[in-house]
Each structure stands twice: as C-alpha cells, then as structure tokens.
T-cell receptor
C-alpha cells in the first residue's frame, strides 16, 4: 500500500511569491491534514480537509489556504510568502476519526 | 485548550539498556494520545496510540507506552534500545471530537553503541 506522497520535495521561493504544495493521501483515506514544522516553533496544525471541505484550521493567517479535490488529494497554497514561512510542510491522512494520522515525508519550503 | 510537554530535549542511553521518553499532557475530556518518530529528512512515522482500554499500549518496533490518568502522562518505553532507534520522538494529543493533533516539542533519542 502506497503511503502519503507529497510534491515537490523541495521548493525555493522569494519573498512575496506564492507556493503550491501537493499531497496524495493513502488510498481510501478521505481526511487530509496539513502541518508546519518550523525551526523553533515545532509542529503546528494548519488545516484539515474532509470530503472536499475545509473542516478546521489552525492559528495561521488567511494567506495559508488550500483545497481538497474529488479524488481526496489536496493542495496547500501560501500567498505573499514571508521569510518565516520557511519550514517543512507535512501532509497526513486518515481513514476514520479513531485511526492515527499517517504522514508523508514533507515539502521543504525555503524562502530567500 | 490542549497541550503536550516533553520535558527532555535529549535522552541518551546505551544500546541494550531500557529507554524511557517522557510525555505529559493537558486536555479537556478523554485524551487520544500518540507517539511518532521522525528520522532525518523524513516525515513522522506512527508508533502507537492510546484511545481507551488497557493503560499499557504496545506498538511498532518493540515500543510501548503507559497511560497514567492521575499523572496525565504517556511515557514511551522500550526494554532494550537499539542504535537504530536513534531519532526524534514526538508525543501528540487530541481531544474527543477534534482532529487536530497538538505535538510536544520533541525528544531526541541517542542510543550509543
């Protein structure tokens, strides 16, 4: 069974640009979660999508947004990039509420 | 609000010795507790979870964790450490009805040959 896949592995942008990160969940999983792992800030919850709808978001500004497609894959968009957006962005998926979230290997976003 | 504390930034043990990585939590209602491990340049790998039932939970790769409600702790343990267990370990909690995980700051485990 293929795990959660994320692309690209690395992304380099400059301040003010926009970044798009992609995630494919484990087959059959309908929920997708996004987390940010930044140096000094640890792992923080960003967004949760289920059945194509945004269900919950963490304490991040609106320039962090995303969507979930009919095949349950997801995109995370970050607009007006700032230096502090440099981080590893992890996507996770789960099948049911009581099941654990399974993570991909992340996209490392570097802002120059 | 929910929170997780991992009081030790780093734990060092000798190979073959038992290991413990500490975690305490704060959450309203019944907690859902998880341990994940992260190897360099990789995502998080699920080790074990506690939702309800036995206080001693067994997980992957010989790891186990003990849920202690009175002390609000969920310490990760392994009877005999391997050098390959060296990695970054995260404890996480979520409360009933919520999906977002709250993670601790992580504990770097170093197993010395």
């Amino acid at each position: 069974e293929a795990g959660v896949t994320q692309s690209p592995t690395h992304l380099i942008k400059t301040r003010g640009q926009q970044a798009t990160l992609r995630c494919s969940p484990i087959s059959g999983h309908t929920s997708v979660y996004w987390y940010q792992q930044a140096l000094g800030l640890g792992l923080q919850f960003l967004l949760w999508y289920d059945e194509g709808e945004e269900r919950n978001r963490g304490n991040f500004p609106p320039r962090f947004s995303g969507r979930q497609f009919p095949n349950y894959s997801s995109e995370l968009n970050v607009n007006a990039l700032e230096l502090e957006d440099s981080a590893l962005y992890l996507c996770a998926s789960s099948l049911e509420p009581d099941q654990p979230q399974h993570f991909g290997d992340g996209t490392r976003l570097s802002i120059l | 609000a929910q929170s997780v504390a991992q009081p030790e930034d780093q734990v060092k043990v000798a190979e073959g010795n038992p290991l413990t990585v500490k975690c305490t939590y704060s959450v309203s209602g019944n907690p859902y507790l998880f341990w994940y491990v992260q190897y360099p340049n990789r995502g998080l790998q699920f080790l074990l979870k506690y939702i309800t039932g036995d206080n001693l939970v067994k997980g992957s790769y010989g790891f186990e964790a003990e849920f202690n409600k009175s002390q609000t702790s969920f310490h990760l343990k392994k009877p005999s450490a391997l050098v390959s267990d060296s990695a970054l370990y995260f404890c996480a909690v979520r409360r009933t009805g919520r999906r977002a995980l709250t993670f601790g700051s992580g504990t770097r485990l170093q197993v010395q040959p």
